[in-house]
């Protein structure tokens, strides 16, 4: 009978398989349970020096151990100690602190933060760290272990992971010129077209022809083309689209 209750405990302040099998880290927050010694639970977080404080018993130190291990290290604490003959432990993780990611460059709020305050989406990160600033990019690389991934930041598939870091670059911008209501640089977006750039621009003056167009767009080695355009052909990054006057 009192095998079972002790399983009973385990199970009531375990936690999903994969946070079980994962290490403690400085930051996580975890529950202790005493079987049959309600004075005995503690709810801490896990300290710079990787430890958390026991009553009777002082500092255990568990970073770096699996909930498992942990609950072994302290019930070993308690028989060391003559505190109790034979202590059952459980420990869950009931925040997960030491995961943590960073959040570089264009971000609102660049900073590392907390996978378990976040879940574990790009999106969700990006939130976190106030968005994006206006000339920041939605497709982030994320770096991890020195293998860069390029990652829309609506994507759900892609999972962080403990230490990667995302990088919020500047968005890839056209520039337009000539007889153009507002002439400067505008932000890509995906699959742009000539039409929408101009439109992004305030539109042709009542001067200028979408039949008087170029375009010029660096090649390989760094070789600027110039070309006629039309209002359909799609616009790349760093693009330069001039509209001229209209013949009369």
Known sequence: MKRVLVALAVLLFSVPAMAQSEKLGVGDAVRVVVFQQPDLTTEARINDAGSIVMPLVGEV?????????????????????????????????????????????????????????????????????????????????VLRKGKPTRVNILEKAFALQNGDTINVERAPVFYIYGEVARSGAYRLEEKMTVMQAIAAGGGITPRGSDRRMKLRRTGEGGKVIERDVSLHDVVKADDVIYVKEALF
């Open 61 to 141: 130190k568990i970073a770096g151990q699996s909930p498992g291990q942990a609950a072994t290290r302290i019930a070993t604490a308690y028989k060391e100690g003559k505190f109790l003959k034979n202590p059952q432990v459980s420990i869950a993780r009931t925040t997960l602190r030491s995961q943590q990611v960073s959040v570089l460059a264009l971000a609102a709020k660049p900073s590392r933060y907390a996978l378990d305050d976040t879940s574990f989406n790009v999106s969700d990160v990006i939130a976190a760290a106030g968005g994006i600033q206006p000339a920041g990019s939605e497709t982030v690389t």
